[in-house]
T-cell receptor, first 113, second 113 residues
């Protein structure tokens, strides 16, 4: 199964709050898990990524938590800001298909002032 | 400036009228890919190319063609567009050594009447 299931579809958070987006997968051939951020009218851009041998990766206010046994990973945005309002996509790379990425369905995040 | 460019950015056409969406990157990347983005479905890969003259189908290739005659260009061709191809299209590129890090173009919004 090559799907990556992402939730929630949309999320509203108050400024300063924590935004949490979850993804789940079935395929054990996935070997790299990036998150992409997309602002309106723009293409997605790589935000942060993690490999499955690491349980957590933090870059500034953005943290990926990875649970290999549960086949789940999540993006946490601490101290959420209105400028974080965007659509977020999780993705997973298939290790034997030339770097192919499978994307989740996307989460539209709105951070209210 | 390193970038992926797409043209046109917006296109309205009618069923059956052949069209081409161009994609060009100036980063000397080997890997290029086309995606379509639809609400609730995330980004789905249409076609990809590992290098010049090497292309392969992604997850939703029906109704599309591509070519890779030059390293920098990867046009998407719709020979006979249909309304179900109304979507937001993204071209992406990445270096061979980091195929999981894809650089996306700004997108082309297509409406097929």
């Amino acid at each position: 199964q090559q799907q990556v299931k992402q939730s929630p579809q949309s999320l509203i958070v108050q400024k300063g709050g924590i935004s949490i987006i979850n993804c789940a997968y079935e395929n054990t051939a996935f070997d790299y898990f990036p998150w992409y951020q997309q602002f309106p009218g723009k293409g997605p851009a790589l935000l942060i990524a993690i490999r499955p041998d690491v349980s957590e990766k933090k870059e500034g206010r953005f943290t990926i938590s990875f649970n290999k046994s549960a086949k789940q990973f999540s993006l946490h945005i601490m101290d959420s800001q209105p400028g974080d309002s965007a659509t977020y996509f999780c993705a997973a790379r298939i290790n034997n298909q030339g770097g192919k990425l499978i994307f989740g369905q996307g989460t539209e995040l709105s951070v209210k002032p | 400036e390193a970038q992926v460019t797409q043209n046109p950015r917006y296109l309205i056409t009618v069923t059956g009228k052949k069209l081409t969406v161009t994609c060009s990157q100036n980063m000397n990347h080997e890997y290029m890919s086309w995606y379509r983005q639809d609400p609730g479905l995330g980004l789905r890969q249409i076609y990809y190319s590992m290098n010049v003259e090497v292309t392969d189908k992604g997850d939703v290739p029906e109704g599309y063609k591509v070519s890779r005659k030059e390293k920098r260009n990867f046009p998407l061709i719709l020979e006979s567009p249909s309304p179900n191809q109304t979507s937001l299209y993204f071209c992406a590129s990445s270096p061979w050594g980091a195929r999981e890090t894809q650089y996306f173009g700004p997108g082309t919004r297509l409406l097929v009447l």
